[in-house]
T-cell receptor
């Protein structure tokens, strides 16, 4: 158990809908990351927050947004869903942002768009 | 630009034998971290081992060791005495100065009984 909690674990929704994925980082970790893993594109970095502020942005679509709340939990909002958004979405956390900080992953949220 | 390359899409190893999973990286950062993660078929990403760019000794964690050759920009994972439970995808990753984690495309390891 990494200590990173993600909900829901599985989600099936229709195209055009909106979903919210939730993440609680490990105790004491200030930094949260979101990744998307799909079969054809591998593990893609979406966005990173540190102590409530956005720190780095990757290949995140405009239909997607995220935030980190004062209690450090984070939410990833996916809207106007398309079939291609079906993927495993990971949240990860680390203590801070130095190059030596290991990031620990949650178990992921499996999203299926039908 | 940061880049991680794993050239072995899939590998087989006999149970109880050692196996090396290759990883090369490209970075202009002086300080960086190298990581290996394991992803079993259940999907979770499990941290295995870390090597800092300034660490002179190769990292070891139980049956895992990281063969770090800085001049060649390689960070190969060695698994000793393979077990059936080692069958999984393995990802090499690098963290540079600007916080992004870069992942390789992964190597699927199959351990044969």
């Amino acid at each position: 158990d990494s200590g990173v909690t993600q909900t829901p674990k599985h989600l099936i929704t229709a195209t055009g809908q909106r979903v919210t994925l939730r993440c609680s980082p490990r105790s004491g970790d200030l930094s949260v990351y979101w990744y998307q893993q799909s079969l054809d594109q591998g593990l893609q970095f979406l966005i990173q927050y540190y102590n409530g502020e956005e720190r780095a942005k990757g290949n995140i679509l405009e239909r997607f947004s995220a935030q980190q709340f004062p209690d450090l939990h984070s939410e990833l909002n996916l809207s106007s869903l398309e079939l291609g958004d079906s993927a495993l979405y990971f949240c990860a956390s680390s203590q801070s942002t130095g190059s030596g900080n290991t990031i620990y992953f949650g178990e992921g949220s499996w999203l299926t768009v039908v | 630009a940061q880049k991680i390359t794993q050239t072995q899409p899939g590998m087989f190893v006999q149970e109880k034998e050692a196996v090396t999973l290759d990883c090369t990286y490209d970075t202009s950062d002086q300080s960086y971290g190298l990581f290996w993660y394991k992803q079993p078929s259940s999907g979770e990403m499990i941290f295995l081992i870390y090597q800092g760019s300034y660490d002179e000794q190769n990292a070891t964690e139980g049956r895992y060791s990281l063969n770090f050759q800085k001049a060649r920009k390689s960070a190969n994972l060695v698994i000793s005495a393979s077990q059936l439970g080692d069958s999984a995808m393995y990802f090499c990753a690098m963290r540079g100065l600007f916080n992004k984690f870069y992942f390789g495309s992964g190597t699927k390891l199959n351990v044969k009984p």
